[in-house]
């Protein structure tokens, strides 16, 4: 149990659904971050965000909505996915102060399945 | 950020102590160098951290050398729910906007 909570765990959707990932953390944090994990490939992050705002989004595409209300949610919103958007996705937090910047918390993940 | 190169696999007994070596030869002099472990299916868990010579917490040990190009994580006595992938980082988070950029990981294999 790292403190970050991520539902569902498992997921499948076929290319037309719509769905929502939610992650929260419960550890006082204030950087959120999604990541995306394919089989065989490193991780890849996807966005961040510092206190609400974005501050990282390694060109991804529109298919895939963030939305951080506060700075214990994060969500991921998809929509017209492809097959090869099959992936675990993970979330992680940290605090955005000095050295514990480096030390990302993450959830579980969602194992997601497209249709 | 700097980038990363790691040993694909490596095998072990348990028992061993496990040293793995990272290279990161075009380190910044801002960057710090940070360790995750990662268990199939799972997020991946940080490990350790350092800037410079050695840190050692209550899991491993982190070895970096004067040049800083590359360094070592040491798991002392592993076992075999040490079997896992680990991931070497380098990177300036205070500036770099926290972009984290993992690479393919070392995947470690502790035999009985």
């Known amino acids: 149990e790292t403190g970050v909570t991520q539902t569902p765990r498992h997921l499948v959707m076929g290319m037309t659904n719509k769905k929502s990932l939610k992650c929260e953390q419960h550890l006082g944090h204030n950087a959120m971050y999604w990541y995306k994990q394919s089989a065989k490939k490193p991780l890849e992050l996807m966005f961040v965000?510092?206190?609400?705002?974005?501050?990282e989004n390694n060109s991804v595409p529109s298919r895939f909505s963030p939305e951080c209300p506060n700075s214990s949610h994060l969500f991921l919103h998809l929509h017209t996915l492809q097959p090869e958007d099959s992936a675990l996705y993970l979330c992680?937090?940290?605090?955005?102060?000095?050295?514990?910047?480096?030390?990302?918390?993450f959830g579980p993940g969602t194992r997601l399945t497209v249709t | 950020l700097a980038k990363t190169t790691q040993p694909i696999s490596m095998d072990s007994y348990e028992g061993q102590e496990v040293n793995i070596t990272c290279s990161h030869n075009n380190i910044a002099t801002n960057d710090y160098i940070t360790w995750y472990q990662q268990f199939p299916s799972q997020g991946p868990r940080f490990i350790i951290q350092g800037y410079k010579t050695k840190v050692t917490n209550e899991v491993a040990s982190l070895f970096i050398p004067a040049d800083r190009k590359s360094s070592t994580l040491s798991l002392p006595r592993v076992s075999l729910s040490d079997t896992a992938v680990y991931y070497c980082?380098?990177?300036?988070?205070?500036?770099?906007?926290?972009?984290?950029?993992f690479g393919a990981g070392t995947r470690l294999f502790v035999k009985a």
């Open positions: 980082l380098v990177g300036d988070w205070n500036t770099g906007g926290f972009k984290t950029i």
């Open positions: 965000y510092n206190f609400k705002e974005q501050t």
């Open positions: 992680a937090s940290s605090l955005m102060t000095g050295l514990s910047s480096y030390e990302q918390y």
